[in-house]
């Protein structure tokens, strides 16, 4: 069964560094996606970024990238020039297969960030 | 910019009452799913809908829980008769099907006492 770590409970960054969020997996399959989303205080689940497991290069988003490393399994998440606002919740999410749809998705944990002003 | 709506934001029952939460999918989106978050876990998937029906299911998603999408706008779950430990955060998520993401709703926060 596919499994989702997140390495890191909490993290700390201060405002304006960039600051990367640990997330490996376990899985058999040659063909999956990944995903982080951000939750904050408020509760929303908001969509921050996707790699397929066939996508070439790294996955970025604006402040937002994906370090995909395939043989090592890990799709960590860098944001660059912390923000206040990035004070979040972030889920590291496997999705089985590459259906389009989104059955079968597995988060991880989550990690707290937090930003420092 | 669309996004999926859900109503009630809390809702607050009784053990062994129905409760039915509603969602409102972004538009032009083919694929609704149901998930569920206790409060300090992970976000754990219920069920996605697709074409009128269930496409796929997980363990949590017994014979309590229906889903239902009545008027081709709404798309509800419904919980027959709660237990305290369908106490989460549930989430509706809609996505296109053509990209992978799906876009989530801001949640309804369900206690049942």
Redesign the interface.
């Known amino acids: 069964a596919q499994k989702i770590t997140q390495t890191q409970p909490g993290m700390f960054v201060q405002e304006k560094e960039a600051v990367t969020l640990d997330c490996t997996y376990d899985t058999s399959d040659q063909s999956y996606g990944l995903f982080w989303y951000k939750q904050p205080s408020s509760g929303e689940m908001i969509f921050l970024i996707y790699q397929g497991s066939y996508d070439e290069q790294n996955a970025t988003e604006g402040r937002y990238s994906l370090n995909f490393q395939k043989a090592r399994k890990s799709a960590n998440l860098v944001i660059s020039a912390s923000q206040l606002g990035d004070s979040a919740m972030y889920f590291c999410a496997f999705l089985q297969g590459m259906k389009t749809s989104y059955d079968k998705v597995i988060f991880g944990p989550g990690t707290s960030l937090s930003v420092i002003p | 910019e669309p996004e999926v709506t859900q109503t009630p934001s809390h809702q607050v029952t009784q053990m062994g009452q129905e409760v039915i939460l509603r969602c409102v999918p972004i538009s032009n989106h083919l694929?609704f799913?149901w998930y569920r978050q206790i409060l300090g876990?992970?976000?754990?998937?219920l069920v996605?809908f697709?074409n009128n029906e269930i496409?796929?299911k997980s363990e949590i998603f017994d014979d309590q829980f229906s889903v239902e999408r009545p008027d081709g706008s709404n798309f509800t779950l419904k919980i027959r008769s709660t237990k305290l430990e369908d106490s989460a955060?549930y989430?509706c998520?809609s996505?296109?099907?053509?990209?992978?993401?799906?876009?989530?709703?801001?949640?309804t926060?369900l206690t049942v006492v």
């Open positions: 694929y799913y876990q992970k976000v754990e998937f996605s697709y496409s796929e955060m989430f998520a996505s296109t099907g053509g990209r992978p993401e799906a876009f989530f709703g801001q949640g926060r």
